[in-house]
């Protein structure tokens, strides 16, 4: 199975490295990533996923893959374009590519235990890469905080309950916690540790599948 990089490296990862800069430092807004490579057929993440670490990971980096993703060859061809160690312990990966489901855990597997940091050290932690099937700006979980004039929206599907949880759990520990960036087909957003997370009143949820 074949994983095309980017075409031109240097140019693409930075434009790449902008739209995440911008995402992280406005919780809750959208980029469209272009001109990146498709993931082939088969594969279990979109464009702006394979984009995100393309542009983020290289040989210092260690990757945890939840099993639900690590389809069509995805881990062999990370390490072959990047040379990021893959990891099998979730505590010492600087980035974890996961799905909803994946932080919810199971009666036979208890929900994976990412690093998150110290008061002296808070960057060191994992930050989380997750696959969502919708990602819009119309639904039932409100953010705001740093970045974010009043209020934003958000919409990550169904089934996102323990990621918006596990993500609004980080105010009680700040400045520990998990930053996370949310892709969907070739759309990103950003939800960093520092954005505070409520449900809002109304479950009414405006779903628009991202491209």
């Known amino acids: 199975m074949r994983w095309n990089a980017f075409d031109t490296p240097v140019h693409d990862s930075q434009r790449v490295y902008r739209q995440l800069l911008s995402a992280m430092a406005e919780p809750g807004t959208f980029a469209q990533v272009s001109g990146a490579p498709l993931a082939p057929p088969g594969a279990a993440i979109g464009t702006a996923c394979w984009a995100t670490l393309l542009t983020l990971c290289d040989l210092d980096t260690r990757v945890w893959v939840s099993p639900e993703l690590n389809a069509a060859g995805l881990g062999e061809a990370l390490t072959f374009h990047t040379g990021a160690r893959q990891t099998d312990r979730p505590e010492e990966a600087d980035f974890a590519l996961v799905i909803p489901a994946t932080l919810e855990g199971s009666a036979e597997c208890e929900a994976p235990a990412f690093q998150e940091g110290s008061d002296t050290y808070p960057d060191r932690s ?21 970045g974010i004039p009043g209020r934003r929206r958000l919409d990550v599907g169904q089934g996102g309950e323990a990621l918006m949880m596990r993500l609004a759990a980080n105010r009680a520990r700040f400045p520990r916690g998990l930053d996370a960036i949310l892709t969907c087909g070739t759309r990103l957003a950003a939800v960093p540790r520092s954005t505070r997370i409520i449900r809002s009143a109304s479950e009414e949820v405006d779903v628009c599948m991202s491209p």
């Open 126 to 146: 994992t930050t989380l890469l997750v696959v969502l099937d919708c990602l819009d700006a119309a639904g039932p979980w409100t953010l705001s905080g740093p």
